[in-house]
């Protein structure tokens, strides 16, 4: 049976992506290009579930499930902003953009989704869901020191709002990973309630 690696996620507009990519080269000339490996900005998004290798033949009952989740949540919005890392400045390992506007209605969404997925099987986050975009990972030949330096250079940038867009639908998406980095295409759109 055909596996296909999925997630859910919310897809960002194209200014947004335009404005990521203005930020990305914000940090670039910092002096911090080749210490981190970047995302494209076309391939960034907001994830709010990570289901991994499924079978091809389950995709749409994920869909189903997907539906029921996010049954009950309208439209709502969300601004995209603060600069941060994970898991802290001392230790940076990923750099990405916060989620800003209307979270609680995200973490509605992103639980009832959630909630529905586990019982098919894809058990609920350990972690608390923290929002957020990544702009990139520290490359991973990078030493301590350097990564203590880059994070305090993260911690003093300052990124005015990048944007604002109205959630109106959940994507369940299909990731294929190459040499070249991930490929992201969307295996289907479940509308919010309007």
Not at 59 to 70: H, P, T
Not at 76 to 90: E, H
Request: proline share 5%.
């Amino acid at each position: 049976m055909e596996q296909i690696r999925t997630f859910v996620a919310i897809e960002l507009d194209d200014g947004l992506k335009k404005r990521l990519t203005e930020a990305q080269d914000l940090l670039k000339g910092r002096g911090i290009a080749d210490l981190v490996r970047w995302v494209k900005p076309g391939g960034i998004h907001l994830t709010l579930k990570f289901l991994g290798n499924v079978p091809a033949d389950r995709i749409n009952e994920i869909i189903v499930a997907i539906n029921q989740g996010s049954r009950g949540i309208r439209p709502f919005a969300l601004s995209f902003g603060r600069l941060g890392c994970f898991p802290s400045p001392s230790r940076p390992n990923v750099i990405w953009i916060g989620v800003d506007g209307d979270t609680e209605t995200l973490t509605r969404l992103q639980g009832g989704i959630e909630n529905r997925l586990s019982t098919l099987g894809h058990p609920p986050e350990k972690r608390k869901y923290t929002p957020h975009l990544t702009l990139g990972r520290v490359a991973r030949h990078v030493e301590t020191g350097e990564r203590r330096q880059l994070g305090r250079l993260i911690e003093k940038q300052s990124i005015d709002l990048l944007g604002e867009m109205t959630v109106l639908e959940v994507s369940l998406m299909k990731s294929e990973l190459s040499p070249a980095g991930a490929k992201y295409s969307r295996l289907a759109a479940i509308d919010l309630e309007r």
